[in-house]
């Protein structure tokens, strides 16, 4: 009933391409934080979607009547899955291979060109004094008041006997002169109108108007003898000159300084393909456009200070529930979790967010754990992982609302998106809620196919059973339903989990043999419960005795999530474990045991 009531629903719902909130433009949107990549909104980086909020809440209303809970649940996209690539250089295609070749050109000759430095900043701007009070300075003017003061002194001339003072009609004779002694240096003169006082034959004082030509003094031209003898030195030295360096023989260049991104050379090494793959698959393998965005990523680094950026102690500890690694997917990929409903707690909102210092903060934060993890968790040799896979929980997003939230997701998102290219395998939303199957459908026609076909939700009671297509149980948290824990003292990641669905009304019985004297080990749980369960050790002897290990209890989806129970078995004999599911839906049941040496305990 359950599996009609499932296919029926994904039948008559709408094929939904899947995206992530992460329009640029969007002041309003959904404030799911960053994760390792921020895909491109549009095949055109700076276009713009023009959904309004408006227009979401018209389309969230919309659809709200119709999106039960178990339409919500069916949701899940399965169309055009993301197939991700190959780094190896001969398995690419010869226009990817030409634009690799000639992008690696562009890089060395920008190299040379020292194109990966920050521009110089500008100069500070000098503070001008209004013209108002702008000061001419006059060097003549300045001197005239002392000539003045010696000139107006009396004097006692005779009137046959010229004034040695330069008079007017004089002016022109003299500046004449000065420029005849020396026709290769024009000389400025610069006259002064004077006053002197002369005294005539009878005792008669006259004040007559002077001006004054003031000449630079000139050295005397040099005698001939010396010029000659210049002359001869200059001719030696001429015939005798120093042996030059061989036309062939050039000084020799100073390499260009190497440029690493993510610990790895733009060029001159294996890695490096990978990673300007990376760059090249991001703007659709043009080339130009590729360049430019390394190019803008390089400088971006250095002016965030990305390298010391690794160094700083901005950890604060309520925030490793809400980012963390933990395991990896099936294929190998490093597998990082956003729990944003963490944000729920006012306090630990206030502590991210509460203004702008601890928002800069908090994206310091969020830069550094990614580049951590992109240099701990990756390996961008050829055939290495060189992308992670992103599990978002959406159970209790604080909603669009959060104006503070929403700017830290913005300025995150656009730096994401511009410098961080190409690094998500898959991207799952789990615990989505109906208002955000309304958001991606307004917001679906402005994303590209490439980046739809990254993405999967699925809703609260789908969210389990959609990891584990994608992660095996035994790398997935307790929390989303895993049984992979931290500091198991009895399991690792190595011991593989098996998975079993018990059809409605039927039960399922596990035996786990044991021929010697060990002590065996067993968990187990059933996602959402609603089951019994029970164990029991059988021996091998028809003359043993069954022993009860777990008696009959009744799980309901309130108790906790999961079992584990050890017995010590002294003859060779099974453990029996029941699981009785009364319900009329089918059930998921993951289990895993062991077998240790009785010295050890469990």
């Not at 178990?70 to 996209?77: D, H, K, M, P, Q």
């Not at 006997?161 to 420029?179: D, G, R, V």
């Not at 309520?318 to 490093?334: A, R």
């Not at 008696?551 to 010590?568: H, L, Q, T, V």
């Amino acid at each position: 009933m359950a599996e009609e009531t499932e296919k029926k629903a994904s039948d008559t719902a709408p094929e939904e391409e899947l995206v992530v909130p992460e329009a640029k433009s969007d002041e309003k949107s959904p404030p799911v934080l960053a994760t390792a990549e921020a895909e491109e909104v549009t095949k055109k980086p700076t276009e713009e979607a023009p959904a309004e909020v408006a227009v979401e809440k018209e389309a969230a209303d919309a659809v709200a009547p119709a999106a039960t809970a178990e339409e919500t649940e069916a949701v899940i996209e399965q169309s055009a899955s993301f197939k991700e690539e190959s780094n190896l250089v001969g398995d690419l295609l010869e226009p990817e291979k030409k634009a690799l070749d000639e992008l690696k050109q562009f890089i060395q000759a920008a190299l040379v060109n020292n194109e990966f430095n920050p521009p110089p900043p500008p100069p500070p701007k000098s503070e001008e004094p209004p013209a108002s009070e702008a000061k001419v300075e006059e060097p003549a003017v300045a001197e005239e008041p002392a000539v003045k003061a010696e000139l107006t002194a009396p004097v006692e001339t005779k009137a046959e006997e010229p004034i040695t003072t330069s008079t007017s009609e004089e002016a022109p004779k003299t500046e004449e002169a000065a420029t005849s002694s020396a026709p290769e240096e024009p000389k400025v003169v610069e006259s002064v109108e004077v006053k002197a006082v002369v005294v005539d034959d009878d005792g008669a004082k006259t004040v007559e108007a002077i001006e004054e030509t003031v000449v630079p003094v000139t050295l005397p031209p040099p005698a001939a003898e010396e010029v000659a003898q210049a002359s001869e030195a200059e001719t030696e030295k001429e015939h005798i000159k120093e042996p030059e360096a061989p036309a062939s023989v050039e000084a020799p260049l100073a390499p260009p300084a190497e440029e690493f991104i993510w610990g790895v050379p733009l060029v001159g090494d294996e890695k490096s393909d990978t990673v300007l793959l990376k760059f090249l698959r991001a703007r659709d393998f043009k080339v130009k456009d590729a360049l430019a965005m390394i190019k803008n990523a390089v400088i971006w680094r250095k002016q965030f200070g990305i390298e010391s950026l690794l160094e700083e102690d901005l950890a604060v500890p309520e925030l490793k529930k809400v980012v963390f690694y933990h395991g990896q997917d099936k294929e190998g990929h490093p597998v990082c979790y956003n729990v944003y409903g963490e944000f729920k707690d006012q306090e630990l909102y206030a502590k991210a967010f509460g203004d702008e210092e601890k928002r800069e903060k908090f994206l310091r934060w969020r830069i550094q754990f990614l580049e951590k993890g992109i240099r701990q968790q990756l390996d961008f040799s050829p055939q290495g992982v060189c992308t992670m896979v992103q599990v978002t929980d959406l159970k209790n997003v604080p909603g669009p609302g959060k104006k503070e939230l929403r700017q830290a997701t913005k300025k995150a998102l656009a730096l994401l998106q511009d410098n961080y290219p190409e690094f998500v395998a898959k991207q799952v939303f789990i615990n989505v809620p109906w208002w955000y199957l309304a958001y991606n459908r307004v917001m679906s026609p402005f994303f590209t196919q490439r980046t739809k076909s990254k993405f999967v939700f699925a809703g609260p009671s789908k969210s389990a059973e959609t990891i584990f297509r994608y992660i095996a149980p035994e790398h997935v948290p307790v929390q989303y339903g895993g049984l992979s824990k931290d500091n198991d003292p009895d399991f690792t990641s190595s011991d593989a989990v098996t998975e079993v669905i018990i059809k409605p009304s039927s039960k399922h019985v596990i035996e786990l043999p044991s021929s010697e004297p060990s002590l065996l080990v067993w968990e187990l749980r059933v996602l959402g419960w609603d089951v019994t369960y029970s164990a029991e050790f059988v021996p091998s002897s028809e003359e043993g005795y069954t022993v009860l290990v777990q008696k009959a209890r009744k799980f309901s989806a309130a108790d906790e999530p999961y079992i584990k129970n050890s017995f010590k078995v002294g003859e060779p004999g099974k453990i029996i474990l029941n699981i009785d599911n009364a319900t009329t839906k089918k059930k998921k049941l993951l289990y895993r045991s062991k077998t240790r040496g009785t010295t050890e305990s469990a």
